[in-house]
């Protein structure tokens, strides 16, 4: 029987037993925890993570929702593009003239509710969308 001599007894080290000599140190390894410490840890460990991705979540939006009360920038904000009325003009030809790619049919709802309703006057500013 070989036995194994440590010049110092470490943590998970027990004392010798009656009947072994008595420097003779027995190293018994650690135990593994139990089941329920590693489901414990996997538990916190994913709260930490959700929580780290909510803070981020949340936290971006913000910084990229807030202005600071700045007004917005010149490619965000157009100016308002009008057109003038012409004898003979209806709304379905000023939506047809200028929808630029958009459905006729949608861009004319926009330009009805923008200028309120569809009577148009001779050299009346027609708000476009």
């Known amino acids: 029987m070989t036995a194994t001599f440590a010049p110092t007894a470490p943590r998970s080290a027990v004392p010798a037993r009656v009947g072994r000599p008595a ?10 925890p139990a089941t329920t410490v590693y489901i414990r840890r996997r538990l916190v460990v994913g709260a930490a993570f959700l929580l780290i991705v909510l803070g981020v979540w949340f936290g971006a939006g ?34 047809a003239a200028h929808h630029d ?5 949608a861009y004319l709802d926009a330009l009805i509710e923008l200028n309120g309703g569809t009577a148009l006057e001779v ?3 027609v708000v476009l969308p």
Do not use: C, F, K
Request: charged share 10%; no cysteine; net charge positive.
């Open 23 to 32: 420097g003779m140190v027995v190293v018994v390894p650690a135990r593994r």
């Open 62 to 95: 913000t910084v990229l929702a807030n202005r600071g009360g700045a007004p917005a920038s010149t490619p965000t904000v157009r100016p308002a593009a009008t057109y003038l009325a012409q004898p003979g003009d209806t709304m379905w030809s000023i939506a």
């Open 101 to 105: 790619g958009e459905v006729p049919a």
């Open 123 to 125: 050299g009346q500013v």
